[in-house]
């Protein structure tokens, strides 16, 4: 690689749920625009984030957890996602947890079998790995399955050996003018951005309560000289997912609006007023069109 040269391109990150794509993202960039929790499946969207340099932009894509799980629309929705964003990269990281492999593990694999792109392992969460005698013969299996352009074993969490795998990323750029603004990280816009913020303190603050049918939704975003003002709905199927979320006195809700209403304001940097609401809307999650009426679209 001539390193006079501008190099830009484009890296899908993919694993089946929970392997930390969304944490790895986040550190690669420093900042955070995608949302994490414990539970898989927490990413929904497909999420641009941008790393420019003075040699080059790196376009990363996370993507929802590819997975072989119960067919309803949004899980199909996730699932294609994931995958249509595989024939237009210019480099794919297929994250894998350490020691660890699932027939979902294999869904991701067989997909990978049917592009051009290079591909490299990232063998996530070493950092639980006691006995680091025991990577080496799970890379050799994993290897004895596919060829990989490249494996880097890190700890996203610790940013661990991160700095080898952007260096290992950047070596595969294409020469190419940059695609987005020098300060731009992410194409996604503040709203959005907001209502993942509120959708990850409903997950955390939940735990095994929470209810996998529910979403969130801006109604009004509001932005003053001294103040923003958001208004947002959680969206749940059943009166008693309503009844969870919102909690005893309305002592859960509450204390979503309040930790969501923190980070938000880290984000923009300023004062936020945020104003929480729970609805019933029966069947979302299996409703193609109510998927597309919440914001989730294939494009």
Not at 11 to 29: D, E, Q
Not at 145 to 166: G, T, Y
Not at 233 to 245: L, P, R
């Amino acid at each position: 690689m001539n390193d006079s040269e501008f190099h830009c391109g484009f890296v899908a990150i993919i694993g089946r749920p929970n392997v930390g794509k969304s944490t790895l993202l986040n550190h690669i960039l420093g900042q955070k625009i995608s949302i994490t929790s414990r539970k898989p499946q927490t990413t929904r969207h497909q999420i641009l984030g941008v790393k420019t340099s003075s040699t080059s932009q790196v376009i990363y894509v996370d993507t929802p957890g590819i997975h072989n799980r119960r067919s309803t629309a949004i899980n199909r929705y996730m699932n294609r996602a994931a995958n249509s964003v595989l024939n237009d990269v210019d480099l794919v990281l297929f994250v894998v947890q350490a020691l660890q492999w699932a027939e979902e593990d294999e869904v991701v694999l067989n997909r990978l079998q049917e592009i051009t792109a290079p591909v490299l392992l990232v063998v996530n969460k070493i950092d639980k790995v006691g006995d680091k005698n025991e990577l080496l013969p799970y890379i050799e299996k994993l290897t004895a399955m596919r060829p990989f352009d490249a494996v880097i074993p890190v700890s996203a969490l610790h940013a661990e050996n991160i700095a080898q795998l952007e260096a290992d990323v950047y070596e595969r750029l294409p020469e190419n003018e940059a695609f987005f603004p020098y300060d731009q990280i992410t194409d996604r816009n503040v709203r959005f951005l907001s209502a993942e913020i509120i959708r990850e303190k409903l997950i955390r603050e939940l735990g095994q309560e929470l209810p996998y049918t529910s979403t969130v939704e801006i109604d009004r975003f509001e932005e003053g000289e001294s103040i923003t003002r958001i208004f947002a709905t959680i969206y749940v199927e059943t009166k008693g997912q309503k009844a969870i979320i919102i909690g005893r006195k309305g002592a859960r809700l509450k204390s979503i609006g309040t930790k969501a209403r923190v980070d938000i304001e880290k984000m923009l940097d300023g004062k936020v007023y945020l104003e929480l609401w729970v609805k019933v809307r029966e069947g979302w999650s299996n409703d193609e069109r109510a998927l597309a009426s919440l914001g989730y679209t294939n494009e």
